[in-house]
Structure formats: C-alpha cells, structure tokens
C-alpha cells in the first residue's frame, strides 16, 4: 500500500487530494485508483504525469508503504483552472515549505560532510586531520563545507531563515542525538561509518519531499501562467 498524493485535475476527479491505495507496483496502485475515483479521473490520469518519491516512474516500479506516488495532470485551461487566489496562496504555501526543507537538507548535507571528514583519522594515506582538532576551526570548516555553501541550485535562491524548529529540524536532531554526532571525536569507524549512512538515507528522503514540492509548484506556476494566457487574470 503506497501513499497517492493527486494535484489539480486529479485531485478535483478524485474528491480528495491524497489516500492510501493497495499495490505492488505503481501499475496496481493505478489501477486501484481507477476503480475507486471513476471514469473522470482515469481520463485525468491518462495525460498526467505520475512520479513516485519525487522522480519519475514506471508502471513495473515496485511501491511500499514508505513510498509516495504522485499523480500531476497537465494544465488544461479555461473553466478547470483553480481560482487565481487559491493558486497564489498555494504557490506561497509550496515556496515556504521548499525554503524549510532546503534548509533542512543543507544541515543534513553538513553534518554528514563532518562525520566523513571525522573519519580521516583513521586513515593511514595522507587525509587531512579532522577538522574538530584542527588549530583553525574557521579554516577547517571552510574546507569541509564549501561546496555545500558555494554549490550552485537548479532554483534561485531565496533569503535564509532559521527553520530550527522545523519538525524535519526535529527529526534530524533526534538522528543525530541517537547515533552520536556531537561526539565525532570518540566515535569508532564503524559508528561514524553508520552516521554517515543515516544522515545521507535522511538527506535522500528530504530531497525526495523537495522534488515533490518542486513538481506541485510547477503545476500550479502553469495555471496561473494560464489564466494569464486565457485572459482570466490582469497583471
């Protein structure tokens, strides 16, 4: 059973804007769908893109409980466009969510980045010391984090806030508290070695979120391109 998160048309065919449905793949979640939203919303799905953690699927793709699959129709235009004040206040909704889970994964990317630096010490072929006994701390953490700080997005940036009380905040918080992060310096190889793969698990399923986030957004900048385009709207 995989969560199914429907947008716009879909959504509007199915009366509702998620569910749970039964399925092995993505082919028998559909086909779940189908039978349970009708003939309205089989021909949305038949022109819709469907994605499944935020990246584009397959019918053959194998689906679980943790997995989510996204069902986005293009812009149809005229009378099946949302109100223009519905979508601008779900455009905003989407860009505050984007901006707490970039942050959220960019700290994610961070930590992960000095658990892998703090595994240096037990290499024996010439890595540099970890940053957290370097005389420079500045330095080092110049070093260690400037690709996350410099890299450049798909999307451009927009102001930074603190989102430390985000609930995704909490839940890395809580990873970090259980697998030792504050404690790089005592950590053996083999639990930095985990660290690392549950920071970079949780940074891969924020990501997902965040690619979901950037599909929705999409479809609904194309509806209020379109009421633009149709005349619905005024600049």
């Known amino acids: ?71 986005l129709p293009p812009v149809s235009g005229g009378a099946d466009l949302r109100p223009l004040p519905e979508l601008r206040a779900r455009r905003d909704e989407l860009q505050a969510i984007d901006d707490a889970v970039s942050y959220v994964r960019r700290v994610a990317q961070g930590r992960a980045d000095l658990a892998r630096d703090a595994m240096h010490r037990y290499s024996d072929d010439g890595d540099p010391t970890p940053v957290y006994i370097r005389p420079d ?40 508290a259980e697998h030792g992060f504050s404690r790089l310096d005592v950590l053996d190889y083999d639990e930095l070695e985990t660290l690392v793969a549950r920071l970079d698990a949780f940074e891969q399923h924020v990501s997902a979120q965040r690619r979901e986030v950037f599909a929705e957004l999409d479809s609904v900048t194309d509806e209020i391109a379109e009421h633009y385009r149709t005349g619905g709207a005024s600049a």
């Open 137 to 176: 701390l500045e330095s080092g953490l110049r070093d260690v984090l400037s690709d996350r700080l410099l890299g450049g997005g798909d999307r451009p940036p927009r102001p930074a806030e603190d989102f430390s009380d985000h609930p995704l905040s909490a839940e890395l918080d809580a990873l970090c």
């Open 1 to 71: 059973m995989a969560v199914v998160r429907m947008f716009a048309a879909a959504r509007a065919a199915a009366g509702r804007g998620s569910d749970e449905l039964p399925g092995a793949t993505v082919a028998d979640v559909l086909a779940e769908a189908r039978r349970r939203y009708g003939a309205a919303f089989a021909d949305v799905l038949a022109n819709s893109r469907v994605w499944v953690n935020g990246e584009p699927a397959t019918d053959a793709m194998i689906v679980t409980s943790d997995d989510e699959v996204a069902v």
